[in-house]
């Protein structure tokens, strides 16, 4: 996936915003590329873009495999999770998982369906409704719902941010081998320079007024990631790195 020379411009009645200007991004296959940056940098923009949800009327191109957004978004090869896990509360887990291989106008197959939500730690909960559900749990539906296609891209925006810490950290270190052992392609947008690191393998980070590229971090840390790799020098390293290039003095060091 590559975009080129992206620039995106809001206008509303009372002002004009460049939002983006002159981004290009490209992800390699089977890699995850984390995006952060400060609020309004365009972050969210970018994936929306890449979707097929925003236009970019003002320049650049997007070039998927090929193919265009629109048409593979509808086939299930484009996934998107936002920080709401956004299920129907009348389905069942399994329900809202399956609704995905519907909506791609596939076969619905539902030893498929147990399989991944037991996969991302739902055996048992196969029949619970989204009310009988945690965040964190509810957020692992929205993952599975996601993968059920096999996606070729996969979208992240902020998932893991309407969660408590623990149930972040958690989610952080379980569900990534999960998308990862399918080789699938992942755009992962967060605040947290933390998680970044730990997810990433390249870490993309941005500006503001207008948003744009300001930098890359190849992430340099062996998988599987646990969470002994927090405390880690090199670890550390790099968070102090990408927070220098946002413009942040380094807000923690390894003990000697």
Not at 41 to 61: F, N, P, Q, V, Y
Not at 215 to 225: A, N, Y
């Amino acid at each position: 996936m590559t975009c080129r020379d992206i620039a995106k411009t809001f206008t509303s009645r009372r002002s004009t915003v460049r939002a983006l200007d002159d981004v290009n991004l490209t992800l390699e296959p089977g890699t995850l590329t984390a995006l952060v940056g400060p609020s309004g940098c365009g972050k969210s923009t970018i994936l929306r873009i890449i979707a097929g949800l925003e236009r970019h009327d003002d320049g650049g191109s997007v070039e998927i495999d090929g193919g265009d957004s629109l048409t593979m978004r509808k086939r299930g090869e484009i996934a998107i999770a936002f920080q709401d896990a956004s299920l129907l509360p009348w389905r069942t887990a399994t329900s809202n998982v399956a609704l995905a291989q519907r909506l791609a106008r596939r076969k619905v197959d539902r030893e498929q369906v147990v399989d991944l939500l037991a996969l991302v730690g739902l055996a048992g909960f196969e029949k619970a409704k989204p009310a009988q559900l945690s965040g964190g749990m509810r957020q692992r539906v929205a993952i599975a719902r996601c993968l059920i296609t096999s996606p070729r891209l996969l979208l992240l925006d902020e998932p893991f941010g309407a969660v408590d810490e623990l149930t972040r950290r958690r989610l952080n270190i379980e569900l990534p081998p999960v998308w990862a052992e399918r080789g699938t392609t992942t755009l992962l947008v967060t605040h947290s320079i933390d998680e970044a690191v730990l997810l990433a393998d390249t870490v993309v980070v941005m500006a503001t007024n207008p948003g744009r590229i300001v930098g890359r971090v190849d992430i340099d840390i062996d998988r599987p990631r646990r969470a002994a790799h927090l405390y880690s020098e090199r670890f550390h390293e790099l968070v102090d790195t990408i927070g220098a290039m946002l413009g942040l003095g380094p807000d923690r060091r390894p003990e000697p």
